[in-house]
């Protein structure tokens, strides 16, 4: 069989310039994938001309149609052909492009959009004539007059129609008119000042809204955890934490959740630089890093961070869809996010999220009754003879009758206490505890696991980590550049018992690891290090697998469910949980309380 090399030709090829209409297809494959790329870069020229309200419609996923109306500074009918050229921008001026203030930059979103679909511009500047331009596959028409008032309405038809081969890689429009809304939603949170709706026009008409949001009042923090709430629910705003910490010419703010309010992916973390949404993989692991000691590997923390620095330390024009960020200190910005978050976590001392009472209260409903609009009261019941009661209230007097009683004494603690004192114990396992406001359950396997793990965490913090020397010094080879990476790291790793030097070339002598691990593949966890080191810049396994021990210890080491309590000691657990930070979750992310409101309890009975 004959094989063809398609790079081999017959006669030399020649050297030639592509015409202005291939160049922007070819650049419209960069900027624009989708449709959502399409709405995100006209957005975003609507905020950088100082736009306080956008308005975006879409038809058929954005696929027929996607039109962003504004009421920015506008152009004038001069600039609307300029503005459809490439690399023309007014956005900077080219002597300084480390100096970048804008979402937009590269002046290449209106032509390559007018090179794949219809385009058209229309557009009013103060002091000047509304005017319109048309453009189609790349070819333009003339300008014309238009009655505009002030701003810029950007209208796009049959997105890919010049290049009918992208069209077949487009998802449904359901998936596209997702991730449209999903493009607007971070673009909202990063403005909360500015006001958007987004409405789906399929069908034509006026269609449906499918987001708003109105501009915040107040200062920045109050319209940024009005405009969250919003974007990302009353839930999150409720159990997110602020965070404001500056490093080294960088500031971090924004809100972080609380552990026990996880996801079970990582669509919920936004992540913000200059204001400009990104999806980075350093910032992704600083997160990972930051909630490692409180949550599962199946769990994902939910915020909505924003990192602020000078432009020149940082690279944001890595990729022509702007979605990727390159700092020159990776590792003070990782090590900002990992401190900062950690922190925040630790003053939230023992708080756990409000959607685990929610939760619970939902678990504890009773059955709906066949008419659920009648509502049986107790005096309307018959006698217990001749009734069965609905089997939530049923389960709900099942398990108070199995409530341990403790006799009260004048040495019981107030309820004044966040946790409450405590009144009796249900199966051997959870505490039952009164506060002025209602009813706390702990688990106190859990809880005392937590305060456990944290009281070895602190120990290993104060005396170090015990290394266990090896008689044999294990030999590990790796590349050169490898081996540098880890002897730089070499002080670091010798904090947490793990004893490297240099063996020569691209070897590694380990002389000793951490004694808490016992037996371990010393080269298995130098190259899961070095990866660690290579994909994120920093790493934490050596720590991570500690902790690891130090947990599995804590566990071991803990009140043990099925365990009768004593009065004093169930009220010693909870003045401790009350002054352990992270004593809210369990070493697994895991609520260690519920607590119910009197008033939800009192709705659960029916006696509001």
């Known amino acids: 069989m004959t094989l063809h090399d398609p790079?081999?030709?017959?006669?030399?090829?020649?050297?030639?310039?592509?015409?202005?209409?291939?160049i922007n297809r070819i650049a419209a494959g960069e900027v624009v994938e989708r449709p959502a790329s399409?709405?995100?870069?006209?957005?975003?020229n609507a905020i950088d001309a100082g736009a306080r309200r956008i308005d975006i419609c879409y038809a058929d996923g954005g696929k027929t149609l996607i039109r962003v109306t504004d009421d920015g500074c506008g152009m004038t009918g001069d600039e609307l052909p300029l503005a459809l050229s490439r690399h023309a921008t007014s956005k900077i001026d080219g002597t300084d492009l480390l100096n970048i203030t804008s979402f937009g930059f590269r002046g290449e979103a209106l032509p390559s959009l007018g090179a794949v679909g219809r385009l058209s511009i229309t557009s009013r500047a103060e002091g000047a004539e509304g005017a319109s331009i048309s453009v189609a596959g790349g070819c333009a028409e003339p300008v014309r007059p238009a009655a505009i008032t002030r701003g810029t309405i950007v209208e796009l038809r049959d997105l890919f129609y010049a290049t009918p081969a992208r069209l077949k890689f487009l998802r449904t429009d359901r998936?596209?008119?997702?991730?449209?809304?999903?493009?607007?939603?971070?673009?909202?949170?990063?403005?909360?000042?500015?006001?958007?709706?987004?409405?789906?026009?399929?069908?034509?008409?006026?269609?449906?809204?499918?987001f708003r949001a109105d501009a915040g009042s107040g200062d920045l923090w109050d319209a940024l955890h009005g405009r969250l709430g919003r974007v990302l629910g009353t839930d999150f705003a409720d159990n997110a934490l602020p965070i404001d910490a500056e490093r080294d010419g960088f500031a971090l703010t924004g809100y972080a959740a609380l552990p026990t309010y996880s996801r079970g992916a990582a669509t919920h973390q936004y992540l913000f630089v200059n204001g400009r949404p990104v999806r980075d993989k350093l910032l992704h692991g600083a997160l990972r890093g930051a909630y490692a000691d409180f949550l599962s590997r199946d769990r994902h923390p939910a915020v909505a961070l924003f990192v602020e620095c000078a432009p020149s330390l940082v690279d944001q024009n890595v990729h022509p869809a702007k979605t990727e960020v390159r700092f020159r200190d990776p590792a003070i910005v990782r090590g900002l996010i990992v401190s900062s978050l950690r922190h925040a976590l630790a003053e939230a001392g023992h708080r756990a999220s409000t959607t685990v009472g929610t939760a619970t209260l939902g678990a504890m409903r009773a059955e709906p009754t066949a008419d659920a609009s009648a509502r049986i009261y107790q005096m309307d019941r018959p006698g217990p003879r001749t009734q069965t009661p609905t089997r939530g209230f049923a389960e709900t007097a099942e398990v108070f009758a199995r409530v341990d009683p403790i006799d009260e004494t004048p040495e019981q603690p107030?309820?004044?206490?966040?946790?409450?004192?405590?009144r009796g114990q249900v199966h051997e396992n959870y505490i039952l505890a009164q506060t002025e406001a209602g009813l706390v359950i702990v688990d106190q396997h859990a809880a005392h696991e937590r305060l456990v793990y944290e009281k070895l965490k602190r120990q290993m913090a104060e005396n170090g980590v015990a290394s266990q020397s090896l008689l044999i010094p294990e030999i590990v080879e790796l590349s050169e550049a490898g081996a540098a990476m880890l002897l730089d790291l070499a002080p670091d790793l010798a904090q947490l018992g793990l004893e490297i030097e240099p063996f020569g070339g691209g070897a590694v002598a380990v002389r000793a690891t951490p004694a808490i691990l016992g037996t371990v593949n010393a080269e298995v966890m130098l190259r899961d290090i070095l990866d660690e080191l290579e994909d994120l810049g920093d790493s934490l396994n050596v720590r991570a697998r500690i902790e690891a021990v130090l947990s599995r210890v804590a566990c071991h080491g803990s009140v043990r469910s099925g365990r009768r309590m004593s009065a004093p000691e169930m009220n010693a657990l909870l003045r401790e949980m009350?002054?352990?930070?992270?004593s809210g979750q369990c070493n697994h992310g895991r609520p260690t309380y519920v607590e119910l409101k009197l008033s939800d309890i009192e709705r659960l009975f029916g006696r509001t």
Do not use: C, N, W
């Not at 790079?7 to 291939?22: E, Q, V, Y």
């Not at 399409?38 to 975003?44: I, N």
């Open 414 to 422: 107030q309820e004044s206490h966040p946790l409450g004192a405590a």
């Open 7 to 22: 790079k081999i030709r017959a006669s030399r090829p020649t050297i030639r310039a592509l015409d202005d209409g291939a």
């Open 175 to 210: 998936a596209e008119a997702q991730a449209i809304g999903d493009v607007v939603k971070r673009l909202a949170m990063a403005e909360p000042q500015v006001s958007f709706s987004l409405r789906d026009v399929s069908g034509g008409g006026e269609g449906r809204v499918v």
């Open 578 to 582: 009350e002054a352990t930070p992270h």
């Open 38 to 44: 399409a709405v995100k870069e006209l957005v975003e």
